[in-house]
């Protein structure tokens, strides 16, 4: 029987390589709608809404000023708490929340892909791309705490490293991606792994330079914590709007592979686990 020019054929992922990324692109309009969907109804039926964006950083940074930096008195590198403080949550909030939120896909979404065929890899993609509307609105409280302590003369700057960003925030988003997949796609078989997600992306914190500076931790440490991925992301953005820290292009450059790695992985388990995943979920 032949196939009409309108016919679509499905088939399952053979060869190592037989991964069609390029169905993502072919349904990007679908990918759109669940980038909306994702964005208007977080805070559809909450009395502040958007506001939450803003207030749950703000408190937060509020909280570490007064537990580390008064209470246990850690170093800011002479910078000011609120605002060392404040960089840092924004853009770790944005890492966590897409990895806890992208690891639970096939476990949350198991009706809808249970009906109708489409590329399962959409769904944690559009997750890790509306969560840049959460992130912008951080980012301009930041901005604004920022350009008072730069008016304020506190601060440094260095103007060309801060261009950088876009591509700290590309590599932020990608590492999470790829983590959130796998184990979204382990998940499905062990499911007691999600709670030593979240548990192990608290500890995550803790081992990133989020509450403290580099230059604070011991050297017999300090080629652990490097190793970290997150590490140099947070040092460039701190070096880049603070004008502390340092700026190491090799680490950079590491965390710049290490995403496009752990993304690769994760989406090749990740579609390979979609083609069986309603038998074990």
Known sequence: ???????????????????????????????????????????????????????????TTLMFTFVFGKMANISTDGLPHVLFYLLGITFWSYFADCLNKTSNTFVLNQAIFGKVYFPRAIVPASTVISALAKLLVQLLLFLGVWAYYLNEGVINPNWQIIFLTPLVILFFGGISLGFGMLFSSLTTKYKDLSFLLAFGVQLWMYVSPVIYPMSSIPNKYLLLIKWNPIAPLLEVLRYGFLGRGTFDLSMFAYSGFFSFLILALGYCVFTKVEQNFMDTV
């Open 1 to 59: 029987m032949s196939l009409s020019r309108t016919s679509t054929v499905i088939k399952p992922n053979k060869g190592l390589l037989d991964y069609k990324i390029n169905e993502l692109w072919r349904y990007r309009d679908l990918l759109i709608l669940f980038i909306k969907r994702d964005i208007l109804t977080v805070y559809k039926q909450t009395i502040l809404g958007p506001l939450w964006y803003i207030i749950q950083p703000a408190l």
